[in-house]
Every structure is written in C-alpha cells, then in structure tokens.
C-alpha cells in the first residue's frame, strides 16, 4: 500500500507540475503527458469562460503560465469546481505579478457575476412595505456594493494601468428575479450609505442619513433628507432594499 501511496503521489505531482516532477517510474513519457494534457485542458476550460477579460489581455502564454503556475503551487480547499475561480483568486493575491497590480481586483471583480449567480444566500426576514426612514433598512443578499482601488471595469488588453488612480471605482452587483446580474458605478455617497446600512443591522433609516450627512460635512440635513428619500425609493424599487428588518 505504501508503494501504490507513492506512485500515486507522484503521478499527482507530475500532472500538477511536469517540468519538476518526472511522475511514477516505468510509465513511458507520452503517457504521463496525456494525463498532464488532460488535467491542464480541463482547468483551462473551466476558468477561461469566468475569466475572459483576464484571458484576453495576459494573451495565451501569459494566461498558460497563470494556470501553470495555479496547479503547481496552490492547494484548493474546495472540491468544488464552482469554487475554482476562488481559489485561482487566492493564488493571484499570494502571488502578486509586480506587472500587473490589478490583477487580484480584475479577478475578484469577473469572478463576481458567477459568484452572485450562484450565491443561494437566504433573504432574511423582512417587511416589504416597511419604512425605510423610521424602521431599519435591510441591503439584500442579492445586492454587492464592491469598492476596487483599480478600474476593474476599464481594464483590457488596451488600457493596462501602472498607477492606481487617485478615486476608488465603486460597483453595484444586484441579481434580478430572473437570475440576471446588473453592473451600475456608485457614487462615493450613495456606496457610503449601502455600507452604512449592510453593517448597521439595528439603526433606522433616518439615522444612517444622519451619519451619511455628517460624514458628508452636510449641514443642512433636512435638504439632504429631501434628496435621499427618492434614492431610497430607487433602491427599494430595485431589489437592492427589498425593506425593513423584521
């Protein structure tokens, strides 16, 4: 057994990385390579289609060295394959590329729209036609406000930034009822609120806009009252504030 153990170690290293592991002795090298082929193939067909900007600006060898690198180096801890997009994010963080200091976002930020597809996350229990000034607003599971230091939503293979721009790029991921995902850019104020609001579970409505205007230097709070109200109405209408906690 201890013998089988290592043989199957080895084949497992060799599919993994093939230029630094010869695999199992007395198996012909065509062979080995039709298991490697097979493991790379597979990877690369599961991640190219999550990943497409991504792929279409490293080009393939860049994108060839990416998933090299990912099957050589990086454990999963999942043996989900809707997970490997994921994973593929974690080894892009723990292995930066100093070429391309967006890469980690530009990943999380296509991985995103799968991710929000598939999330089976449970909308708690709400009041669809609570008030959303005097009850506690709920931001739905469904709705991701995500703040990027890089302009995820701009980079490809023509527009490669090599400095962070001095304003963050502030997205909105809501799933539609027919499972649809919708981008929309945030405005610092309106990212600020949903923050606010995903991280205060006991505070009301009109107490959140009291912090927002204050953190805005808004002195005049019943002028900004009067300017948000409609904007909560927006994101109620949209799924994003689908009410008030219960």
Do not use: C
């Not at 007395?26 to 493991?39: C, F, M, N, P, T």
């Not at 001095?166 to 929309?184: N, Q």
């Amino acid at each position: 057994m201890s013998r089988l153990r290592e043989q199957f170690e080895a084949m497992a290293q060799h599919v993994r990385d093939p230029d630094a592991h010869a695999g199992p002795p007395g198996i012909e090298a065509r062979r080995l390579k039709i298991y490697s082929d097979l493991v790379y193939n597979n990877l690369d067909g599961l991640l190219a289609g999550g990943f497409p900007v991504i792929r279409k600006t490293l080009g393939d060898a860049g994108w060839q060295a990416l998933l090299r690198g990912f099957l050589a180096r990086h454990h999963s801890r999942t043996p989900l394959f809707t997970e490997l997009g994921r994973e593929l994010i974690a080894h892009i963080e723990a292995e930066p590329d100093p070429r391309r200091p967006w890469l980690a976002e530009l990943a999380h930020y296509e991985w995103a729209e799968l991710g929000l597809q598939l999330s089976d996350a449970p909308m708690p229990a709400h009041d669809a036609h609570g008030d959303l000034l005097d009850g506690v607003p709920l931001l739905s599971p469904l709705a991701w406000p995500l703040a990027y230091r890089w302009p995820v939503d701009r980079i490809g293979p023509e527009h490669q930034p090599t400095a962070a721009p001095a304003e963050p790029t502030l997205i909105l991921l809501r799933r539609e009822s027919d499972g649809r995902v919708h981008f929309s850019k945030l405005s610092p104020l309106l990212y600020r609120l949903l923050e606010l609001i995903g991280a205060n579970p006991g505070r009301s409505g009109r107490e959140l806009l009291l912090r927002l205007a204050d953190d805005a230097g808004q002195a005049d709070f019943d002028a900004f009252l009067h300017d948000a109200v409609p904007m909560l109405a927006r994101l109620h209408a949209e799924g994003v504030l689908p009410g008030t906690r219960a």
